[in-house]
């Protein structure tokens, strides 16, 4: 592969110059990932049958990357056994045992990040430090999970049905056999990040990845494996979305989707059926607000990550960016001037700002939403192109201004480098036109005000909002719940929700000396006279 580090192109709209001081391109997809590593990771798919082998190609060189087996109905329903098999006696060790499963998964997987941030890039074609941002956001979960986890399983003493008489415990039953279905994304934040907390509570995983991204789910799982993890405990099952998808949803006991939001509805309604839970983390049209008193170059500068991190394939990226009307030229300028100044690059290593797209649909999709607004009256302020000359499924970092409700880009997911920026008056017209959408994912308040950064964040209809910061601020909180409100989804990863969620809860009440009921030959009325005389004195004393 050749060093395709290139600048973006300039706000003046000047054509890309070569950065050769960028670093990048001296290794290749093809000598990271060799046919002896593809062969090893995908002894980790359960797929015993014939079913017809499927190619996966290397977004930034549009080589072919793996040749990956598949798994047929029958796969399914081993994988389901096996795992349900290995479940049993893993929920009979102590919390403290998987825990330390975990923790030696952290320590191994920050010595090794150098594998795994190749697979990531190979199969995402995505930036090395967007890449790493999926390591910082898997090792945050293990070591809070590993660490914290016991205390959000542990059991309970709750108030019993009568004070001395009842004593009751809330404790938490791991589900069993967790089916979890992963995009392509976040590959390895998405699969095993997820899955950390499952196995903590005393979980197996069927897990369906995304076969594009497969490679680094497979590496996750194998690493685990040498931490410790019972192999038979995560299975991993390759094929069609919506073949593979639905036999997983109709054989777990609990079903951890992400994906868009068009899928986690036909999952949710599938999960209904069966009567059996399901968080949905979905998709989102997430705004940036930038208000009159913010720090114009640290908003421009948080801007650019928050847009164009992993070429805005990231769910809570900002595709929205609403400017208080009195700074919005000069922020324009600011943030159009380091759009522009981004290094495109598809190297083994850091130094490029922003990689490629993933398929030849997230191109299709970008390209369109741009196309469609520049032709209703849209400008380019910056970007705005696909980059061929880089590698096949390039497009530069893109800022739209004049963009209107009826434009796809406005409303619509795009899933790409590419946002609309819209001036506003007032905050409350601010507020009113981020929550204007039916998502509720993510989103980020810019002031120097911050008891008022965090006044406007409470009037936003999203699962996170991050004052001052993209994204990574509460993402990366991890002892906090992360996910959406509205078509953005159903749950929460991350803190307390993030692993009770892969739990029952039970109530043990254990009753001493007398039944709650007439005894000691009282009668049916004598009973509940003296019954409501102790629900009156228990008023009194304020027992209850
Ligand atoms: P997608 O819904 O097409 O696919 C997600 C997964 O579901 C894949 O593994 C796919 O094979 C599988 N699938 C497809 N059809 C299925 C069906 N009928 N039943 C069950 N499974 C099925 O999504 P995508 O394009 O891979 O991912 C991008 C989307 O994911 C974006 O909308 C993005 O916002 C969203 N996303 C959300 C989060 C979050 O945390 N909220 C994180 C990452 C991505």
Redesign the pocket.
């Known amino acids: 592969m050749t060093d395709i580090t290139a600048d973006a192109q300039t706000p003046a709209g000047g054509a890309a110059e070569r950065n050769p001081a960028a670093p990048g391109g001296a290794r290749t997809v093809a000598s990271a990932v060799t046919p002896a590593v593809v062969a090893r990771l995908a002894r980790g798919v359960t797929a015993t049958s014939d079913a017809e082998p499927a190619h996966t190609v290397a977004p930034l060189t549009g080589e072919r990357l793996a040749t990956l087996p598949q798994s047929g109905p029958e796969d399914v329903e081993l994988a389901f056994r096996l795992a349900r098999r290995a479940q049993t006696a893993w929920a009979a060790l102590p919390v403290r045992r998987r825990a330390a499963v975990l923790l030696r998964f952290h320590d191994l997987m920050l010595r090794r990040q150098d594998e795994v941030l190749d697979l990531i890039q190979a199969e995402t074609g995505k930036a090395r430090l967007h890449a790493f941002e999926e390591v910082m956001a898997v090792a945050m979960a293990a070591r809070h999970y590993g660490v914290k986890g016991a205390s959000y399983l542990r059991d309970r003493r709750r108030g019993g049905a009568l004070p001395v008489l009842t004593s009751t415990v809330e404790a938490r039953r791991p589900k069993g056999v967790i089916g979890q ?6 590959p390895f934040e ?1 699969s095993v990040g997820d899955a950390l907390p499952a196995f903590l509570a005393g979980n197996a995983v069927v897990n ?3 076969t594009q991204t497969a490679l680094t789910a497979l590496w996750a799982r194998e690493l685990l494996v040498e931490a410790g993890l019972p192999a038979d405990l995560w299975q991993i099952v390759l094929g069609d ?2 073949v593979v ?2 036999a997983v ?1 109709d054989r777990a006991d609990y079903v951890a ?8 509805r ?2 949710a309604q599938r999960a209904a059926a069966r009567l059996v839970g399901a968080s949905l ?4 049209k997430n705004a940036m607000l930038v208000l009159a008193d913010a720090d114009l170059d640290r908003a421009a500068e948080g801007a650019v990550r928050a847009c164009f991190s992993s070429a805005g394939q990231l ?1 809570i990226s900002i595709e929205r960016l609403f400017v208080h009307r009195s700074v919005a030229d000069e922020f324009l300028a600011r943030f159009a001037a380091r759009t522009g100044a981004l290094r495109l690059g598809g190297g083994l290593a850091y130094g490029a700002d922003m990689g490629s797209l993933v398929s030849e649909r997230q191109l299709e999709t970008v390209t369109r939403h741009v196309e469609e607004a520049v032709k209703a009256g849209a400008t380019v302020v910056t970007g705005g192109r696909a980059r061929p000359d880089l590698g096949p499924l390039f497009y530069e970092p893109t800022v739209l201004d004049g963009v209107t409700p009826e434009m796809a880009v406005c409303a619509e ?1 795009t ?1 790409g480098p590419v946002v609309s920026v819209y001036r506003f008056d007032t905050e409350d017209e601010a507020v009113a036109a981020a929550n204007s959408t039916p998502y509720g ?1 993510n989103s980020s308040v810019w002031t120097k005000d911050l008891r008022r950064g965090r006044a406007v964040a409470a009037r936003l209809h999203t699962g996170t909002v991050n004052v001052n910061e993209a994204y990574a601020a509460a993402y990366g909180s991890v002892s906090s719940p992360m ?2 409100m509205g078509d ?2 159903l749950g929460r990863r991350h803190g307390a929700e993030g692993i009770l969620r892969y739990t029952e809860a039970q109530t043990i009440a254990t009753q001493r000396l007398l039944p709650i009921g007439p005894s000691l030959g009282m009668d049916d009325e004598r009973f509940a006279a003296v019954f409501t005389a102790g629900l009156k004195a228990m008023r009194a004393f304020r027992l209850k």
């Open positions: 279905i992963s995009p392509w994304n976040y998405l369906k990845p995304d979305g919506p998808g639905p949803v989707f992400t994906g868009s939001t068009r899928t986690g036909e999952v983390e979905l998709g989102g769910c997911e899933f994912l996910g959406g953005s989804g």
